[in-house]
Nanobody, 122 residues
């Protein structure tokens, strides 16, 4: 299973970006997908997550500004980021939680994509 993220870049404060992450491989089911971020000198933190049933969870710092969505048929998760702030600058990582594959563990495994850098200038 591989996760391929895209959509990062440089944007001015108040601008928008859309991140995408597609999971590929022989996949039966992905329980949840999400985005984490890590700024220089800080710990990685959850930004937003979404279950296969559509239940979402957001960090307080992004509520009302970011929207996570998912296409289960394509095993793809999106993060629409609006009203970006300089403090949103970080490497953003895609996560697939409890991915069930043929011959794999019954309750699945977690996978991470490579980070995509989001830089918000003031």
């Amino acid at each position: 299973v591989q996760l391929q993220a895209s959509g990062g870049g440089l944007v001015q404060s108040g601008g928008s970006l859309r991140l995408s992450c597609a999971a590929s491989g022989n996949i039966f089911h992905i329980n949840a997908m999400g985005w984490y971020r890590q700024a220089p000198g800080k710990q990685r933190e959850l930004v937003a997550s979404i279950t296969s049933g559509g239940t979402t969870n957001y960090a307080d710092s992004v509520k009302g500004r970011f929207t996570i969505s998912r296409d289960n048929a394509k095993n793809t998760v999106y993060l629409q980021m609006n009203s970006l702030r300089p403090e949103d600058t970080a490497d953003y990582y895609c996560n697939a939680h409890k991915v069930v594959t043929p011959g794999g563990p019954l309750y699945g495994m977690d996978y991470w994509g490579k980070g995509t850098l989001v830089t918000v200038s003031s």
